[in-house]
């Protein structure tokens, strides 16, 4: 008999359930009227927004994956060279790291790049991401002056800086090492590029904290580069 009325207890909720999801349901206390608009649920738009806005996460993660990289990278490679990573590591461990951080560097930025194309709010297509100043995205004038998508631009430039350092790299640090540390001292190029492309065009660098924190970074590296330059002037 019990399990009876369970189970006649369990449909009738499942049916109250049923008929408040299929019909409009108005409660009324105290003046107080609730009624259930027909449409999409909150989860149904959220999935909808992410599944049409994906190509901007990817965009926006990668290119936040970039600059973090590009900041430890810049710190590991002028640490190696006044010797202050290896108070820290071992100096092939302190090798690898850099290695490692400009693989995860090379690859992000790939990823930041590609991502646009598939981006339905930002329009950019393959040209405009690989010819600097094609792009009309955000124009610059400063000073009365017409400047293109300078700040595009930079992004662009910084792809092929960073392209070329990590080619020689590969192929010159044995071979043609005056070469090589020649066209490595571009990554200093790269990092005010990059530090310019963020700060003007990065959706969580616009204002607050975070673009504070990114200046503050920035003047950082600015302080280790003269602390290098300092000691390439002396020794």
């Known amino acids: 008999m019990r399990k009876w009325i369970w189970i006649t207890g369990i449909l009738a909720v499942v049916s109250s359930f049923a008929l408040l999801l299929n019909h409009p349901v108005m409660a009324q206390a105290n003046n107080i009227v609730v009624q259930t608009i027909p449409g999409p649920t909150v989860g149904q738009q959220l999935l909808t927004r992410a599944s049409n806005s994906w190509p901007w996460y990817i965009v926006r993660g990668a290119g936040i994956v970039a600059a973090v990289s590009l900041f430890l990278l810049m710190l590991s490679g002028i640490g190696s060279v006044t010797g202050h990573m290896f108070k820290f590591m071992e100096p092939l461990t302190a090798w690898a790291s850099h290695k490692a951080l400009g693989t995860v560097f090379g690859i992000s930025v790939l990823i930041h790049m590609i991502g646009l194309l598939f ?3 930002v329009p950019f297509n393959i040209l405009d991401i690989l010819v600097p100043w094609l792009s009309n995205y955000k124009p610059v004038t400063i000073w009365g002056m017409q400047l293109g998508s300078l700040w595009v631009a930079l992004g662009v430039l910084s792809f092929y800086a960073v392209a070329l350092i990590v080619i020689t790299s590969l192929v010159w640090i044995e071979k ?8 490595h001292l571009l990554s200093y190029a790269v990092m005010l590029f990059v530090f310019v492309h963020a700060l003007y065009l990065g959706t969580d ?6 673009r504070w924190l990114w200046i503050a970074l920035g003047i950082g590296i600015a302080y280790t580069v003269v602390i290098r330059l300092w000691r390439a002037k002396t020794t």
């Open 119 to 121: 981006d339905h709010f």
């Open 176 to 183: 043609k090492p005056y070469m090589w540390k020649l066209i």
């Open 205 to 210: 660098l616009a204002g607050g904290f975070l």
